[in-house]
């Protein structure tokens, strides 16, 4: 195969551009990239919607960290129907709308009523005599879009710290097609970690007893681990010995079974 094939569609890559392996709008690390000889401009354009699905999920970390957007734009939540959130001079600010109509949010734009919609967020607000809390839930990593963004960051990792040729090989046909077109069910491993700073890393990846490739990655404040075999043998083993491996640790595999 020659040296400017691309990793994803096996076809040939023209050299032009670079794939982020961590989205910038996350702050991926400098230089934590794919050359355009390694990943192709179509296939690059083409998982812009999976970063999205990736990026929407840490919205709220994202902002409370500041972390610029691409031309270091600063950080807002607009993709939730009653939730804005922007950079003010004194920090971040957000708004949550409960209210059944729209109303105007703190920075002028119209907010969208409380709906119910996958996006929306129901907040809680509670008053004490000098103390204002507002407390909400948000689902995380629900979407198989999210997921393959995920599985995408793990591939593009195998390829930057071990080599461009294993992840031209035959070996990850079910990755790609996962990736690419959403066949199959692959699973992530996810926990929350100890400390909640934001922090973005991806450590080498190392091969299992079974010989799968393992890569583990935090975003934001979430740990990732993703088995690139096939079979994902090794998730499967982790989930049996899970309480050993991670005890009390907030962890629990994507998706969820229902
Ligand atoms: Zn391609």
């Not at 949010?105 to 119910?116: F, K, M, N, V």
């Not at 909640?196 to 007893?209: G, T």
Request: charged share 20%.
């Amino acid at each position: 195969m020659s040296s400017d094939t691309c990793i994803w569609c096996l076809q040939h890559a023209d050299g032009n551009g670079e794939e982020h392996i961590i989205p910038e709008a996350l702050g991926c690390p400098p230089g934590f990239v794919l050359p355009g000889t390694v990943v192709c401009r179509k296939c690059n354009n083409g998982f812009a919607d999976l970063d999205s699905a990736v990026i929407d999920e840490f919205d709220f970390q994202v902002l409370m960290a500041g972390i610029p957007r691409k031309k270091r734009r600063p950080p807002v939540i607009r993709s939730r129907g009653n939730v804005v959130g922007t950079i003010e001079e004194d920090g971040p600010a957000i708004s949550f709308n409960m209210n059944p109509v729209p109303i105007t949010a703190h920075d002028g734009s119209r907010l969208a009523p409380y709906r119910g919609s996958r996006r929306d967020i129901r907040a809680t607000f509670t008053h004490d005599e000098n103390l204002s809390r507002i407390s909400f839930d948000a689902p995380f990593g629900q979407n198989q879009k999210f997921l393959r963004g995920i599985t995408k960051i793990a591939f593009s990792s195998l390829a930057y710290f071990l080599s461009v040729q294993l992840a031209r090989s035959p070996t990850f046909f079910s990755i790609r097609g996962f990736v690419k077109h959403g066949e199959g069910d692959r699973h992530v491993l996810i926990s929350s970690s100890d400390d909640n700073h934001y922090f973005n890393c991806v450590w080498p990846p190392y091969i299992s007893c079974s010989g799968s490739y393992i890569v583990t990655f935090r975003l934001a404040s979430v740990e990732f681990l993703v088995d690139l075999s096939e079979e994902e043998s090794y998730i499967r083993k982790i989930q049996a010995a899970a309480q050993e491996c991670f005890g009390e640790k907030n962890w629990c595999i994507l998706p969820l079974e229902t």
